[in-house]
């Protein structure tokens, strides 16, 4: 009897250590599949603003203007930007950054926009875009030390520049992520940041959820570790919010009013999360979707914008 039973403990055990081998390597390769997904890098086709677009103009007018190509290294990567000087000659500028899986070119629109309102602009491929370097994409974690050694390039360049951060999703993170670093060149001014998330563990559970209806556990915290591996850091390392619980720049808060993809309850966190006395606005576009306030309304957009950068950074 005792060694049916010791035979039976251990057909049990075999069948636990079993399962548990087999969803060791379901998860393996579940994490491998989504971190090639979210992180690593891809060079299809971006998608650029529709002919139909209200906003296409500003793309054709900006593909009029003499461009420059820039580049610096930073963190072991060449990295490559456009830029444009003002019609008259100003020492102010606008770096535009853009979002996941776009490069510089898809931020023309906003360019020109900034160009328009009489600002230098400078227009960065993000790491692992366009026509910087790298493999990996950092969703603002990493990135926030590239805008930081764009805006060193060109204070270094003109000692009277005063600089604004603007940026789009990914890169709107990017430039709140950047606000409370102590390296940041005083020569910066303000920021304004459209649709940005307020942490990229949130938006990533988020995404993996309402995309791939993937719980955060296992599948997020495996991702996350894959990326500690790869990267050197976890999603909940990355945080819009931290940062600008002690920014002190002016800053402008952009978002769209449906917004599902980057979902517009985060927009309130992160204006929630400013640093107390740091002057804040909130611009909320009714019916827009993720990225689409520009395009939704551009007066008011505009308007909005152009108010702002006069308060905190104004073309004389």
Same mark, same amino acid.
């Given at each position: ?9 251990? =057909? ?200 791939? =209806? ?75 979707? =993720? ?26």
């Amino acid at each position: 009897m005792n060694f049916i039973m010791k035979n039976k403990k251990k =057909h049990f055990l075999r069948w636990i250590i079993g399962i548990f081998v087999a969803l060791v390597i379901i998860d393996v390769g579940v994490t491998l599949y989504f971190y090639k997904v979210a992180c690593i890098r891809n060079d299809s086709p971006v998608t650029q603003v529709a002919t139909v677009s209200k906003n296409y103009h500003l793309v054709q007018d900006f593909d009029k203007l003499s461009v420059k190509t820039e580049t610096i290294k930073n963190g072991g990567l060449k990295l490559d930007a456009w830029y444009v000087p003002a019609t008259v000659a100003t020492n102010k500028t606008v770096i535009v950054v853009h979002g996941f899986r776009q490069d510089k070119s898809a931020m023309r629109q906003y360019g020109e926009l900034f160009h328009q309102l009489g600002y230098n602009v400078l227009m960065p491929d993000n790491r692992a875009a366009g026509d910087s370097q790298g493999k990996f994409i950092s969703y603002g974690y990493k990135d926030k030390t590239d805008v930081i050694a764009w805006a060193k390039m060109l204070t270094q360049q003109n000692s009277q520049v005063h600089i604004t951060l603007f940026g789009l999703s990914m890169g709107a993170a990017t430039v709140m992520m950047a606000s409370d670093q102590p390296d940041l060149p005083s020569s910066v001014k303000n920021i304004i940041e459209d649709c940005g998330y307020s942490s990229v563990w949130s938006e990533i559970t988020y995404q993996g959820w309402s995309g791939y =209806h993937v719980p955060a556990f296992p599948i997020v915290y495996s991702v996350s570790a894959e990326n500690a591996i790869r990267q050197g850091w976890f999603f909940q390392q990355a945080s819009s919010t931290s940062a600008l619980a002690k920014d002190k720049l002016p800053i402008l808060l952009i978002h769209g009013g449906t917004d599902t993809y980057v979902p517009t309850k985060m927009v309130y966190e992160n204006y929630k999360a400013v640093k107390k006395g740091t002057p804040k606005e909130l611009l909320i576009v009714k019916g827009a979707a =993720h990225a689409r306030s520009f395009e939704t309304d551009p007066t008011l957009y505009r308007s909005t914008v152009s108010k702002f950068m006069m308060k905190y950074n104004p073309v004389k």
